[in-house]
């Protein structure tokens, strides 16, 4: 007689892993785990339609009780596996988050030390250059002076005119500028006063003449304008004797002239020897 295997029809599936899949427990040895989903067992044989119900031997095997040595809380291990590694990579993560937190810190500060090398040596860079052609153009300063006197005195023709024009341009286009005018106010930064004097139409301290155009390059001063100020106030007059006594000076007796007679003049000779 052929066993309901054989009856059925259907090839039989026999799950004989030591551990099982659904509870993680090691099975006993020499019994094996419930079947798979179609399969049937040899101890319980059921209906032709049995492995395609709803709650068959899968589900049966997935609900299996555990062994009589379990203990409570072991039948999920792989969820505290997957518990323990989830505390680990959030851990990671905020290690991770503080690492870049402070690599973008020290980012920016480098980022900031940099930018001020880069302004404070453009900064030198040009203070240099400009001290090196204040102290070229202030060895020129006397030899402007000679031209400029020259041209007042209508002496600046032919060649040496062409070179002084020349001369000034090249000054000029290096950054040299001329500074004073008559009539301006009188500043003792860029002012240096030669002369001084009063008038009544000037209300402040004014240049009156500029003796010495002033001469500077950007913001340094070379050579301050040297001029003549007048201030506010009545133009001084030498002084005058008051009279013809004063101008001969009280020196000696003035003698009155005799009328003829000796008594008088013996009377002032007497005055005289007293």
């Known amino acids: 007689m052929s066993s309901p295997e054989e009856t059925n029809g259907r090839p039989v599936i026999r799950d004989l892993r030591r551990i099982d899949p659904a509870t993680g427990q090691v099975r006993d040895s020499g019994q094996g785990g419930p079947a798979q989903p179609g399969s049937r067992g040899p101890s319980k044989p059921r209906g032709k339609h049995a492995a395609s119900r709803p709650g068959g031997a899968a589900s049966m095997g997935a609900s299996a009780p555990a ?10 291990p792989d969820a505290d596996r997957a518990g323990a590694e989830q505390a680990g990579a959030a851990a990671d993560l905020k290690a991770a988050e503080q690492q870049l937190a402070e690599r973008t810190a020290d980012l920016q500060r480098v980022t900031a030390e940099y930018a001020n090398y880069r302004k404070r040596v453009e900064r030198d860079r040009a203070a240099v250059r400009e001290q090196a052609v204040a102290n070229v153009l202030s060895g020129l300063v006397p030899v402007l002076d000679d031209i400029g006197r020259a041209r007042e005195h209508e002496e600046l023709v032919g060649g040496f005119k062409s070179v002084a024009e020349s001369l000034e341009a090249a000054v ?32 402040e301290p004014t240049c009156i003449k500029i003796l010495q155009p002033g ?4 913001e340094r001063i070379l050579r301050p304008a040297r ?12 002084d005058e004797p008051d009279g013809p006594d004063e101008a001969a000076g009280s020196g000696g007796a003035h003698h009155q002239p005799s009328g003829g007679g000796d008594a008088p003049g013996r ?8």
């Open 227 to 238: 001029v003549e100020v007048a201030e506010p106030g009545e133009a001084e007059t030498p």
């Open 172 to 203: 000029t286009k290096l950054g040299l500028e001329s500074f004073g005018e008559d009539g301006e106010p009188f500043d003792p930064k860029v002012h240096e006063a030669l002369m001084h004097s009063y008038s009544p139409d000037v209300t």
């Open 215 to 218: 001469y500077r390059v950007g």
């Open 267 to 274: 009377q002032e000779t007497s005055a005289d020897d007293e």
């Open 67 to 76: 062994g009589p040595g379990a203990r409570p809380g072991a039948a999920r």
